[in-house]
């Protein structure tokens, strides 16, 4: 298959992502849509690694998974805590949380 096949569907997915966190208004969605977003391009450089014939995109990879899922573990950990304390996990109610 070639290359732009890859990089079409990549760019597709990275805008459904951007998409849904400009939307949507719930966290768990937003992260979703983040995790979309990160698929997206790791999708693409698996696909120029593949295209080159190097290892570099794969190792890369695997760093952008194991950030997505720290980032993912923080993330969900915030919206409990914020869920126990507002009853709610509004994204307009989160920035009443400031100072």
Same mark, same amino acid.
């Given at each position: 298959? *070639? +290359?732009?096949?890859?990089? =079409?569907? #990549? &760019?597709? /997915?990275?805008? @459904?992502? @951007?998409? =849904?966190?400009?939307?949507?208004?719930? *966290?768990?969605?937003? $992260? %979703?849509?983040?995790? +979309? %977003?990160?698929?997206?391009?790791?999708? &693409?450089?698996?696909?120029?690694?593949?295209?080159?014939?190097?290892?570099? =995109?794969? !190792? $890369?990879?695997?760093?952008? !998974?194991?950030?997505? &899922?720290?980032?993912?573990? @923080?993330?969900?950990? +915030? !919206?409990?805590?914020?869920?126990?304390?507002?009853? #709610?996990?509004? !994204?307009?109610? /989160?920035?009443?949380?400031? =100072?």
């Amino acid at each position: 298959m *070639p +290359l732009m096949y890859y990089l =079409g569907l #990549s &760019a597709f /997915m990275f805008t @459904i992502g @951007i998409l =849904g966190v400009l939307l949507r208004r719930n *966290p768990l969605v937003v $992260f %979703m849509a983040l995790e +979309l %977003m990160f698929n997206a391009a790791n999708l &693409a450089f698996v696909a120029f690694a593949a295209f080159h014939k190097v290892l570099d =995109g794969e !190792i $890369f990879v695997f760093f952008v !998974i194991t950030t997505a &899922a720290a980032e993912v573990a @923080i993330g969900l950990a +915030l !919206i409990i805590a914020i869920f126990r304390t507002k009853h #709610s996990v509004d !994204i307009d109610q /989160m920035s009443e949380l400031k =100072g």
